[in-house]
């Protein structure tokens, strides 16, 4: 995420924003002052790589795909049929506009905690800069268990509950001491934001996969290596 941390500091945000079009003020991947603009660009092409790269894929479900930062680049491939789902009308509306006669993608308004889908629909499931936000992670994933296929792949990131990492981001924490302070003190999370934004240790993303279903096949770390700020994990539908 990308913030402007004099209004963060003052302001304490609640899950509606998600909802509105006020996040799409914070939420700037792209942005080359991001100070994670970088990884959030390798993150994006790992996964593109991880999915090219895997057998038998052709319906994909991107859930909180927003923009279509990830599913305008899928569905590029004549062979990928591409499911955008997203809980903001805002966040599609902006994809919609932005999207191009090559592409060809259908757009859902849905919560990730209950998707609008029959049981055993779609070859992969992925959600990038999704998890830190659901409210029932838990919920969540049975729901992504459950749209997918017999060993259907599921593809989901999540941020580092341990802080450290963002001592290597000073334009992520600002110049205000207080924020640095906070900011370790909610996990990683600026003040602001740490009523509705939450981080996990690897420990406990793992255990997520496994109590719903899941068995992780792959995990990339981003970020420094003593402290990753990201975990992506590829895991597989195994029940």
Known sequence: MMF????????????????????????????????????YALKKQDTLDIINASQNITTILDVGGG??????????????????ADISINMLELAVKRLEKSNDINFFNTDAH????QDNSFDLVVGLDL??????????????????????????DSTNSNPLWALFYPRYLGKNPLTWLKTIKF??????????????????????????GFDVIQNISYGPIICPKWHLILSRKII
């Open 131 to 156: 998890f830190c936000h659901l409210a029932k992670p838990t919920m969540a994933l049975r729901e992504f268990h459950r749209v997918l296929k017999n060993k259907g792949l599921l593809i989901l």
């Open 187 to 212: 996990r990683g999370v600026l003040p602001g934001w740490e009523g509705i934004v939450r981080h996990y240790s690897k420990k406990d993303f793992f255990s997520f996969f496994h109590q719903t």
């Open 114 to 117: 209950h998707l609008p889908f």
């Open 4 to 39: 402007n941390f004099k209004r963060t500091e003052k302001k304490k945000h609640k899950k509606d924003i998600f909802i509105s079009g006020e996040y799409l003020q914070y939420f700037k991947p792209d942005d080359k002052q991001n100070p994670f603009a970088k990884i």
């Open 67 to 84: 923009m279509g930062r990830l599913s305008f680049a899928l569905s590029k491939k004549a062979k990928y049929k591409v499911t955008l």
